[in-house]
């Protein structure tokens, strides 16, 4: 029986220029949608589970769009909310070479921000569920997006669902009075698995050193939340926009792994890694023999994404397994 996955957070309209073009170059915008937590659910749906996100739309034909993309690509919508008449979005200028991607963001006031806990009934939502996914963006977003998905999680936890966490956060968000220090504890608490680098847990909890020692860092944070099972990150070294490389490294409470380094070339599209690895690593978690295997699953997936137009990673079982054996030549599949 397929393992299924409950994603809750926003979901924005993705405007890009064409190809490589700045914003200053260009006349036309190409359109997708994502958003980090239903980046999450769609990679694992095209991996074969089941998949559902939890969000609130505007009540207008962009928040029909939007469920549809959500529905095109694998998942259950039956819990998306409508409200409300603002969809956030974002603007993304790809980078080449020494040239960096630059974002500018659009989110306030949307539909999404404006959601109450009242609004989610947890318990139907979780009803056969094995795993629930949420990142650190959403706590910052609005006191009410907070609530929600904290009322998620410590349901999840009663039912026995399996819960995951990117905490990674963005600081500059955090704009309703409430810092991320002051939130964070009570999410990551109540997780069982934690994706996060050495940078994250000190800036969240002031624990380890800045950037360096992942494996101290992730050592003191099992040790402040004793519920936490695996603390999940991994190393990226940019050459350049074009050109990364990619390990994943994991301390499940006994020892310290690392993945294989993944090279990547020549990067296509570098937003939604992070999601990409975390879907991996759920997978990976669930299906494979142990933890260096899920290691090399989530990154494998992860790199991958570098090859993929858009948010989301939309490569198959077979894809990741033959990059995982060792498979790089990119031949035709016939």
């Not at 706590?139 to 009410?144: F, L, Q």
């Not at 940078?199 to 939340?225: C, P, W, Y």
């Not at 990364?244 to 890694?273: A, C, L």
């Amino acid at each position: 029986m397929s393992k299924k996955l409950i994603t809750f957070g926003e979901v924005m309209m993705r405007l890009s220029p064409p190809g490589y073009s700045k914003f200053s170059q260009t006349t036309s915008f190409d359109l997708v949608y994502g958003g980090g937590e239903a980046n999450v659910a769609i990679s694992c749906g095209y991996l074969g589970m089941k998949a559902a996100h939890v969000t609130r739309f505007p009540d207008n034909a962009l928040g029909r769009a939007a469920t549809q993309f959500l529905r095109k690509h694998w998942l259950g919508t039956i819990n998306v909310i409508y409200g409300d008449n603002m969809l956030g979005k974002y603007f993304l200028e790809k980078g080449a070479v020494h040239r960096p991607s630059e974002v500018i963001y659009e989110r306030e006031g949307s539909a999404f921000s404006l959601i109450k806990p009242e609004m989610v009934n947890w318990e139907e939502v979780l009803e056969g569920a094995d795993w629930f996914h949420w990142t650190g963006i959403t706590p910052a977003i609005s006191e009410g997006a907070a609530m929600c998905c904290l009322d998620a999680i410590k349901t999840a936890n009663k039912m026995g669902v399996t819960v995951s966490g990117d905490i990674n956060s963005r600081k500059n968000m955090w704009k309703y009075g409430k810092t991320m220090q002051e939130v964070m504890p009570e999410f990551v608490e109540n997780c069982d698995i934690v994706i996060t680098s050495s940078r994250g847990i000190h800036e969240l909890f002031g624990l380890g050193e800045n950037g360096k020692k992942f494996r101290n860092s992730a050592k003191q944070l099992m040790d402040t939340f004793p519920r936490i099972k695996k603390v999940v990150g991994k190393t990226r070294k940019s050459i350049s926009a074009s050109h990364q490389q990619i390990q994943g490294k994991m301390w499940n409470g006994e020892k310290y792994i690392k993945s294989e380094m993944f090279n990547i070339t020549h990067v296509i599209d570098r937003v939604g890694t992070g999601d990409a690895f975390a879907a991996g690593l759920i997978y990976g978690l669930l299906h494979c023999d142990n933890d260096l295997q899920a290691l090399n699953f989530a990154s494998a997936a992860c790199a991958l994404k570098h090859t993929v137009e858009g948010d989301v990673n939309m490569v198959s079982l077979d894809n990741v397994l033959n990059l995982m054996e060792g498979d790089t030549s990119g031949k035709i599949k016939r």
